[in-house]
């Protein structure tokens, strides 16, 4: 079978392809797994080690989220792009140094969420990435003999008063268009369910098909292994480049020499910038900071993964603690992190559930973290063919939706490298659209 795509010259065969998939993160992981389960011979390459600290997939929110169809662009946040540049601390941060060389990125962010209908689209585009997350995660997790690491508790958001979740109605409607259903809490619901909560917040909203991942570093590691026990090779080495000659792809170019392949996936995150220009597109991509901070053996517990809608900070009981994840900081991959902003969400904590408070947060108790979101300025990741070379296949960019969407985004590579019809329509994703 072949693939032709729009545009592309045909790729070469899909039976028995040798394909190097570059990146071991969540999506590299479960792209690996879906192709080895087409017949196809794996190598990945990955210079950290899987699920490893270094990794977005390490320290993320750890939500598996089908209501995450919401993209942080909106009508009228250019108005809040000041209050980004100065003020480092807030939710949303754009650090001075860095800002010319964002200013294309921020542009095409602006316009992303300039209009109503703008924001409903992303969210119809991400909706069919997200909407069986969590069964998608069990299935890989209960393959690779880890599936006690997904919870399907659903996850809960939370307001201080119904007034705020009216006032976030451009949100819940776009998840009620694109089908995301949940179940409204008055107070005295709130707090039977969440009985440590601060006190402050009066409404929730429970979105039951929700799920969570309770050691999403772990659960990348075992996919990967997985994979390797399933046939795959994985190599400890950094992707470079590629050999192309004639259009065809001949080679990875890795810092330990060529790795001759038929095809090759690029799923880097924050780092598939770069590759993606050898291959022909450049991508408005940019890492999008984000931090946690996690108390090993907290005194307060929630009983479900949640959301202060004040704060929009995802609080999540994890193997390795409660962690608190957010937190948007625009710089460069190289920039050192300001662990004030680790701080602040370790404070918001403490708020949220006032048990913690009488905690003794001594420093070997509290660890903090800093991690790089593959992020594009319209919220919707890069899947699909590179416009220099059919036989390279991308498969990165997903923002705040990356554990959630990996899953998926896996089974619709291996489709479109297999020949299969794909699981779901990749057009919304395709690289042209930076053209």
């Given at each position: 079978?072949?693939?032709?795509?729009?545009?592309?010259?045909?790729?070469?065969?899909?039976?028995?392809?040798?394909?190097?998939?570059?990146?071991?993160?969540?999506?590299?992981?479960?792209?690996?797994?879906?192709?080895?389960?087409?017949?196809?011979t794996v190598t990945i390459v990955e210079p950290g080690d899987p699920g490893g600290e270094q990794a977005a997939s390490y320290g993320?929110?750890?939500?598996?989220?089908?209501?995450?169809?919401?993209?942080?662009?909106?009508?009228?946040?250019?108005?809040?792009?000041?209050?980004?540049?100065?003020?480092?601390?807030?939710?949303?941060?754009?650090?001075?140094?860095?800002?010319?060389?964002?200013?294309?990125?921020?542009?095409?962010?602006?316009?992303?969420?300039?209009?109503?209908?703008?924001?409903?689209?992303?969210?119809?585009?991400?909706?069919?990435?997200?909407?069986?997350?969590?069964?998608?995660?069990?299935?890989?997790?209960?393959?690779?003999?880890?599936?006690?690491?997904?919870?399907?508790?659903?996850?809960?958001?939370?307001?201080?008063?119904?007034?705020?979740?009216?006032?976030?109605?451009?949100?819940?409607?776009?998840?009620?268009?694109?089908?995301?259903?949940?179940?409204?809490?008055?107070?005295?619901?709130?707090?039977?369910?969440?009985?440590?909560?601060?006190?402050?917040?009066?409404?929730?909203?429970?979105?039951?098909?929700?799920?969570?991942?309770?050691?999403?570093?772990?659960?990348?590691?075992?996919?990967?292994?997985?994979?390797?026990?399933?046939?795959?090779?994985?190599?400890?080495?950094?992707?470079?480049?590629?050999?192309?000659?004639?259009?065809?792809?001949?080679?990875?170019?890795?810092?330990?020499?060529?790795?001759?392949c038929d095809r090759a996936v690029i799923c880097a995150g924050a780092w598939s910038k770069a590759l993606a220009r050898e291959s022909?597109?450049?991508?408005?991509?940019?890492?999008?900071?984000?931090?946690?901070?996690?108390?090993?053996?907290?005194?307060?517990?929630?009983?479900?993964?949640?959301?202060?809608?004040?704060?929009?900070?995802?609080?999540?009981?994890?193997?390795?603690?409660?962690?608190?994840?957010?937190?948007?900081?625009?710089?460069?991959?190289?920039?050192?992190?300001?662990?004030?902003r680790a701080q602040i969400l370790l404070d918001h904590l403490k708020r949220t559930f006032p048990g913690l408070q009488q905690d003794?947060?001594?420093?070997?108790?509290?660890?903090?973290?800093?991690?790089?979101?593959?992020?594009?300025?319209?919220?919707?990741?890069?899947?699909?063919?590179?416009?220099?070379?059919?036989?390279?296949?991308?498969?990165?960019?997903?923002?705040?939706?990356?554990?959630?969407?990996?899953?998926?985004?896996?089974?619709?590579?291996?489709?479109?490298?297999?020949?299969?019809?794909?699981?779901?329509?990749?057009?919304?994703?395709?690289?042209?659209?930076?053209?």
């Amino acid at each position: 079978m072949t693939i032709v795509e729009p545009g592309n010259q045909a790729g070469r065969s899909s039976a028995h392809a040798h394909v190097v998939v570059i990146g071991a993160g969540i999506v590299g992981a479960a792209t690996a797994l879906e192709l080895l389960r087409d017949g196809h011979t794996v190598t990945i390459v990955e210079p950290g080690d899987p699920g490893g600290e270094q990794a977005a997939s390490y320290g993320n929110g750890a939500w598996l989220s089908p209501s995450s169809v919401v993209q942080m662009s909106h009508p009228g946040i250019w108005k809040e792009v000041p209050g980004y540049l100065f003020d480092p601390l807030g939710p949303l941060a754009i650090r001075w140094r860095h800002f010319p060389r964002l200013v294309p990125w921020l542009l095409r962010f602006l316009a992303a969420g300039s209009s109503e209908p703008k924001v409903h689209a992303a969210g119809r585009a991400l909706r069919p990435l997200l909407a069986d997350a969590p069964a998608r995660h069990q299935k890989l997790a209960d393959e690779a003999g880890v599936g006690d690491l997904i919870q399907r508790k659903g996850l809960l958001y939370v307001f201080p008063m119904r007034a705020n979740f009216e006032a976030d109605a451009l949100a819940w409607n776009v998840r009620a268009a694109t089908g995301v259903k949940w179940l409204e809490l008055d107070e005295n619901e709130l707090r039977q369910r969440e009985p440590e909560l601060d006190r402050r917040y009066t409404f929730g909203v429970l979105v039951e098909d929700g799920g969570h991942c309770v050691d999403p570093g772990g659960y990348v590691g075992a996919l990967v292994l997985h994979a390797k026990r399933s046939g795959a090779e994985i190599r400890k080495t950094k992707a470079l480049g590629f050999v192309i000659e004639r259009g065809r792809l001949r080679a990875v170019r890795t810092r330990d020499g060529d790795m001759a392949c038929d095809r090759a996936v690029i799923c880097a995150g924050a780092w598939s910038k770069a590759l993606a220009r050898e291959s022909g597109d450049r991508i408005l991509l940019e890492s999008e900071r984000g931090y946690h901070a996690m108390i090993q053996d907290p005194r307060a517990r929630p009983r479900h993964p949640t959301l202060p809608a004040d704060i929009k900070a995802s609080i999540t009981m994890t193997k390795g603690g409660l962690r608190i994840a957010g937190q948007v900081e625009l710089a460069s991959l190289d920039a050192a992190p300001n662990w004030q902003r680790a701080q602040i969400l370790l404070d918001h904590l403490k708020r949220t559930f006032p048990g913690l408070q009488q905690d003794d947060l001594t420093t070997d108790r509290v660890k903090i973290w800093m991690g790089h979101r593959p992020a594009t300025p319209d919220a919707l990741p890069v899947i699909g063919p590179a416009s220099g070379c059919s036989d390279i296949i991308y498969g990165f960019g997903h923002g705040h939706t990356g554990l959630a969407s990996g899953a998926i985004t896996g089974r619709l590579v291996a489709d479109l490298i297999s020949g299969k019809p794909p699981v779901i329509d990749p057009t919304p994703y395709s690289a042209r659209r930076f053209s």
